[in-house]
């Protein structure tokens, strides 16, 4: 059976969800920075000011105020963008039992066997993006192709609300537009040899993959997937969440930093938040992740486990995840820490009574509760203010 992938994009994702709530946005150019200060970058803009005002994504906020004063200049709302992903996932859903949120704006969903289902697939299609319009208000278009690859590249090239590429149509899909429009083609090594042998459409890296030999010899270990991705061809599986067996905790810092005492007192208390819902959970997370995003785009991260939920253990773990991750000199933007594979924690009492970390992590945990989260913070945490955490009571 022929697979049917689906990847629904909505385009400037961010700049679309700020316009919905206000009307005044929608005719004006708007740009989303990290920071209202100075030294904060643009994250996301408009086609408006992207084409009028001449803005890119990572100009200074104080340049980008500089040459257009005009621009809507818009902090970046994490909680915003965060309940309408999740609104589009669970409308999503009701197509397919396997969806893959892969970024807010950005879903995969696995059409294959759906015919019985539904009559038609591409009419299914244009149903999905006329469904979060009505519900959303929010102009979406959908790739649909043998694998995600495809899917996902034609809704970047393609304007049109739907196209569909056949199986066995991948290459010469693929074959006229640019080689960089290929995943593979982002590292270094790759764009070497792109750049020195003048390869600037797929077509020309097409017949330079054909050649196994010749190949190898250019892009040594990166051939394998690169000959892949230049003839459209991707195994990898529509992946849904487990939204249930996680808990996440992030903070956009209110300014972009690399000084190491204030990240490492964001780290120790987004640590604390984890900690203290493991223990109302009475769960240890057997992986834990850690996400360092940069001011630049760049994100870098971290595995680990954590064993016991005391405040000491978690903390401690979080810590070296960062210490590991946070290994380049720009600045940050935000630091996600992810708690999955929740266990029982262990409730087998010890025979030398309870621990020291156990018993201020209790007394700690017991004050929050009557007066909330933010009424008792490490000397690290009280350097962070509450606004920059959105911390709840």
């Known amino acids: 059976m022929s697979r049917s992938i689906f990847h629904l994009r909505v385009d400037n994702f961010c700049i679309q969800t700020e316009r919905l709530l206000d009307a005044e946005l929608r005719q004006s150019p708007v740009a989303i920075v990290s920071s209202r200060r100075d030294n904060g970058t643009i994250v996301a803009l408009s086609e408006e000011a992207r084409q009028e005002e001449g803005l890119y994504q990572g100009l200074r906020t104080a340049v980008a105020r500089k040459m257009s004063p005009r621009v809507n200049f818009l902090p970046y709302n994490s909680s915003l963008y965060s309940h309408m992903h999740h609104f589009i996932y669970d409308k999503l859903s009701n197509y397919s039992p396997v969806v893959e949120p892969a970024e807010p704006g950005r879903y995969y969903l696995d059409m294959t066997g759906m015919g019985g289902v539904y009559d038609n697939i591409e009419n299914t299609g244009y149903e999905i993006t006329q469904k979060i319009e009505d519900k959303a208000n929010l102009e979406s278009k959908i790739g649909i192709s043998p694998n995600k690859l495809v899917s996902n590249i034609s809704t970047q090239v393609v304007p049109r609300t739907l196209h569909t590429v056949e199986r066995g149509e991948e290459p010469s899909f693929l074959a006229p537009l640019r080689s960089k429009i290929l995943p593979s083609t982002d590292r270094k090594e790759v764009q070497k040899i792109l750049q020195f042998l003048f390869l600037k459409k797929v077509r020309e890296l097409q017949e330079i993959v054909e050649d196994e030999d010749v190949g190898r010899v250019l892009f040594a270990d990166n051939y394998k997937k ?18 249930q067996d996680h808990i996440v905790k992030q903070m956009t810092l209110e300014e972009d930093t690399n000084d190491r005492e204030k990240l490492e007192a964001a780290v120790i208390t987004l640590a604390e938040q984890l900690g203290y819902e493991l223990r109302k959970k009475q769960k240890v997370a057997g992986k834990v992740n850690l996400e360092i995003h940069y001011a630049d785009g760049y994100k870098n991260t971290r595995n680990g486990e954590i064993e016991t939920n005391d405040n000491q ?3 401690s773990e979080c810590l070296k995840l960062f210490d590991k991750a946070n290994y380049r000199r720009n600045r940050v933007r935000t630091i996600l820490i992810d708690g999955s594979q929740l266990q029982p924690a262990s409730r087998q009492m010890s025979l030398f009574g309870e621990s020291r970390e156990k018993q201020i992590s209790r007394t700690v945990d017991s004050i929050r509760d009557e007066y909330g989260f933010d009424s008792i913070k490490t000397a690290s945490g009280m350097m962070i203010e509450a606004s920059e955490l959105g911390i709840k009571n």
């Open 313 to 315: 253990t978690v903390t």
């Open 226 to 243: 690169l000959a892949l991705e230049a003839r459209g061809q991707d195994n990898s599986a529509v992946k849904p969440p487990q939204f």
